[in-house]
C-alpha cells in the first residue's frame, strides 16, 4: 500500500471497483441501480478476451429475472443447454439433467462473456452513479491511517487518485488489489493447464458435448456459432513437452479425440494459434481489511472444472451489494459489514473448491497421467445409473451452494445522461 499523493486528477465516489470481469462488473451495475455512486476500472480496451468461459448459469438467469431483465437478455444470441453430456472412450453418457431445476430457466446459456458483460455495462449507464473507465487500471492502493481510502490509477499516460468510501478488489486471480494489501493466498494448487483454440464448426457437427476423455486426453468443446472453441487439458507444465512432439502430433492427438473434426484440426498450424492458460486454485485467508474487501477470483481462483467461477464471483458480487448498499449510503464502510461479505460467501466457495479439487485428484489426473484408455470411474458409473445423481449434480453446477437474490432495491433513475461530473469537482470524470 502506498500513502504518497503524486497523482495529478483525483476522482471522488462512493465504492471504487478495481476489475471490470464478472464480479465487479455486477456489483457495480447493483450499486448504481441501489443509488450508490461507483468506479469501475478495467484495465483493457473491450471485453473481448477470449479466456473468460461462455457459461451463463441457471442461478444467474434467475437474478436476471429479479432485475426484470431476462427477457431482453434472452434476445442476445446463446446456446441453450439442458444436459451436459461427456464421452469418456466411445462411450457417450448424460451426466447433469438442468431441466428439473427450481428455476426460471431450466437450461445453461452459453454465450460468449464479453457479450454478457457488454449487457451489464448497457444497463449499467442507465444509472447516473455507473462509472465504468475503460483502459484504466488499479495500481496500488491509497493508505491513510491504516485504512485504505482509495486506489491509485493509470489511463494511458494519466494518474489518477481514486478517493473512495470503500475500495473493492474484483481483478481476477492475478490480483493486484489483494497483492498490494498483502492479503495471505492459501494455493489449493491444480493439477494441470488448459490450452485454448479455436477450429471452425460445420452444421453437420453433432451437438455440443461438454467433455471427451480418453486416454491420457481430455478436451471440452464449446459451441461458438461458427467455431468450436476448444479447452484441450494438459498436465500442469506439461505445454513445452507437447510442443517438442511437433505440431503434426498434436493435429493427430485432436483427430483422434473428435474423428469429425478431421482435416479442420490441420487449422491449428501453428503453436502461435494456441493459447496457455495457467489453471490456479487458491483462496484468501481474510478477503477484507479496513476500506478494502476482494471479491469473485481475486478472494478465491477457481479451476475450471464445473464451469462454475463465473457463477460464484457473479454470486458474490450480488450478496456484497446486499451487504454493503445500505452501509455505503452512510459513508465509509466498517469492518464489521464486509466481513459479514466472506462469512456469506466463504461457505459455498469452500464447498465449490473442495468438489472442484475432489474431481481434479480423483479423475482429471488420473485421466491427464494415463497412456491407457481407463475404465470408466466409479462415480460415473453411478452418475450414469442415476438420475437424481444427474438433477443433483445439475443443481450444484447450475445454482450452486446458497444461492443470492437481489435485495437491493432500485431507486429512481434521476437522468439519463453517460456523462457525469466528479462529485467534488475535483477533476473531469472519464465515462465510458
Ligand atoms: C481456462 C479457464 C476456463 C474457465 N472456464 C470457465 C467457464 O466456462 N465457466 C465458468 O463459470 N468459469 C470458468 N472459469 C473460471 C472463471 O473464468 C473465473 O472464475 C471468473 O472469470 C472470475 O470472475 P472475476 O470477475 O472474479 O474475475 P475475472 O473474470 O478474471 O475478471 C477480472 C477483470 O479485472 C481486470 N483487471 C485485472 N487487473 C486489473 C487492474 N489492476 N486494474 C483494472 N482492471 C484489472 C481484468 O482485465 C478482468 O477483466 C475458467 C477459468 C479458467 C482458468
Not at 109 to 134: I, K, S
Not at 251 to 276: C, F, N, T
Amino acid at each position: 500500500m502506498s500513502s504518497q499523493s503524486p497523482t495529478s486528477e483525483t476522482i471522488r465516489t462512493q465504492c471504487a471497483i478495481v476489475g471490470g470481469g464478472p464480479a465487479g462488473m455486477m456489483l457495480g451495475f447493483l450499486l448504481a441501480r441501489a443509488g450508490i455512486d461507483v468506479v469501475v476500472l478495467e484495465k483493457h480496451a473491450d471485453f473481448l478476451r477470449d479466456f473468460r468461459g461462455d457459461t451463463i448459469h441457471p442461478s444467474t438467469l434467475q437474478v436476471m429475472h429479479e432485475l426484470g431483465l431476462l427477457a431482453e437478455f434472452l434476445k442476445r444470441p446463446h446456446n441453450e443447454v439442458r444436459e451436459l453430456d461427456a464421452q469418456f472412450g466411445d462411450q457417450r453418457m448424460a451426466i447433469a439433467d438442468f431441466t428439473h431445476l427450481p428455476t426460471v430457466c431450466k437450461f445453461v446459456a452459453f454465450m460468449p462473456q464479453w457479450d454478457f458483460l457488454n449487457f451489464v455495462a448497457e444497463h449499467g449507464t442507465r444509472y447516473p452513479g455507473f462509472h465504468l473507465m475503460m483502459e484504466t487500471e488499479g495500481i496500488d492502493l491509497i493508505d491513510e491511517n491504516g485504512r485504505v481510502v482509495g486506489v491509485r490509477a493509470r489511463h494511458h499516460d494519466r494518474a489518477l487518485e481514486i478517493r473512495a468510501d470503500l475500495v473493492v478488489g474484483t481483478d481476477g486471480r492475478h490480483s493486484t488489489m489483494r497483492a498490494r494489501a498483502g492479503f495471505q493466498v492459501m494455493d489449493i494448487g491444480a493439477p494441470m493447464d488448459v490450452l485454448w483454440m479455436s477450429i471452425s464448426r460445420r452444421p453437420s457437427d453433432p451437438p455440443q458435448t461438454l467433455g471427451r476423455i480418453d486416454a491420457g486426453q481430455f478436451l471440452v468443446m464449446l459451441d461458438r456459432g461458427n467455431y468450436w472453441q476448444c479447452a484441450f487439458v494438459i498436465r500442469k507444465g506439461s505445454f513445452a513437452e507437447i510442443q517438442q512432439r511437433g505440431i503434426e502430433a498434436f493435429q493427430a492427438d485432436l483427430a483422434r479425440l473428435v474423428p469429425y473434426l478431421g482435416d479442420r484440426v490441420r487449422e491449428i498450424g501453428d503453436w502461435k494459434k494456441i493459447s496457455l492458460l495457467s489453471v490456479a486454485v487458491d483462496r484468501l485467508r481474510v478477503w477484507y481489511c479496513p476500506g478494502l474487501l476482494c471479491i469473485g477470483d481475486s478472494a478465491h481462483a477457481m479451476s475450471p472444472i464445473g464451469g462454475v467461477g463465473i457463477n460464484l464471483a457473479i454470486q458474490d458480487a450480488i450478496a456484497a451489494a446486499n451487504i454493503l448498499a445500505s452501509h455505503l449510503r452512510e459513508g465509509p464502510v466498517g469492518v464489521d459489514a464486509v466481513r459479514e461479505v466472506q462469512t456469506r460467501r466463504e461457505f459455498p466457495t469452500r464447498m465449490t473448491q473442495g468438489l472442484q479439487v475432489f474431481v481434479q485428484n480423483k479423475f482429471v489426473s488420473r485421466v491427464l497421467g494415463s497412456h491407457e484408455r481407463l475404465p470408466l470411474p466409479f462415480f460415473l458409473k453411478l452418475v450414469r445409473r442415476s438420475v437424481i445423481l444427474r438433477r443433483l449434480f445439475a443443481r450444484v453446477v447450475g445454482m450452486g451452494f446458497r444461492p443470492e437474490h437481489i435485495h437491493t432495491p432500485e431507486m429512481p433513475i434521476a437522468r439519463t445522461s453517460k456523462k457525469s461530473e466528479p462529485r467534488d469537482g475535483s477533476g473531469p470524470l472519464a465515462v465510458h
